[in-house]
């Protein structure tokens, strides 16, 4: 595996220029060269869980100040946004949080961006409402789900969710999107060193054999409120060295390019695993996404600061010809290489939460 090491050297966003005039049709491309093909939509900031890598009950506590409805981008706001991507490149949507299934009638929303043609529709969740949910879901025209576990035994998984969850309430979850037809479902595990790697392999044997799709992400410094140190993060590398002892691997040819995981499959033929690993092999050379806040903010990077505001434009009533130039902008302009540039002194930067712009 190449290894990108931690350097110093970060980089300087540069902002939307008025009055600058983008290409107006095809698809986009920034300074780097990289397409713009994934948009995830965060519809909430909200969480029943408060897992201590994103929404630390100490930071997140009764009084925290999450946003008001009326801040909330509406749901025929977001899909004039998404439109305006699918016109521009994008090829997939994922709705994201926050838990997105605590959005009231999110099943609206997935309704009416299945309308949008040639678009790969997903969503992440905790999983503990798709029992309830996933068949309006499937039905709405949601095309899969993935879903985060971050340990197959309770006290580990209770200790990571922070709200009491057991571990069958998700598992219950992936069952009901697997009769409802949401696949294949991938699971991900964030691994946080001396809290739950030692389930690494119960959690590959577990869903061996599955169908599903199980997914190890390194601990990530997002945002500022989960008390990140380098330490705290298990290597990729070390995490497929370990289930190779156990059950032998053999990697994988990337589905597309630009494919955050890093592929593997047994080599008894019992299902596939991925890895992300966004800390020690950057990917940002291929990073496709762009992300669009609850609130109706743009970022071009889930490490970003600031963003570019949306919301005001969508209701002052302008054309979709000036979101186009807007989206097209922030895009043109976007050099983003955060994990490339990652020291000790970017990862104490005041960043964006991931409960509010999602994973």
Known sequence: MKIIPIQPGPSTALPVVPGTAYPTHGPLKDRRDRAVQDLRISVTDRCNFR?????????FGADYPFLPRKELLSFEEITRVARRFAARGVRKIRITGGEPLLRKHVENLIEMLAQIPDIELTLTTNGVLLP??????KDAGLDRVTVSLDA???PTFRL???ADFPVAAVLEGIAAAKDAGLGPIKVNMVVKCGVNDQ???EMARHFRGSGHILRFIEFMDVGSSNGWKLDSVVPSREIIQRIDQVFPLEQVDPNYTGEVAERWRYRDGAGEIGVISSVTQAFCSTCSRIRLSTEGKLYTCLFAQTGHDLR???RAGVSDAEIDQTIA??????EDRYSEIRTANTAGLRKIEMSYIGG
């Open 51 to 59: 897992c201590i890598y994103c929404m630390p009950r100490s930071v």
């Open 329 to 334: 902008g922030v895009w043109h302009n976007r």
């Open 160 to 162: 990571m969710n922070d």
């Open 199 to 201: 389930g690494v392999i």
């Open 312 to 314: 005001d434009m969508l």
């Open 132 to 137: 309830k949910m996933a068949r309006t879901l």
């Open 152 to 154: 197959i035994d309770d």
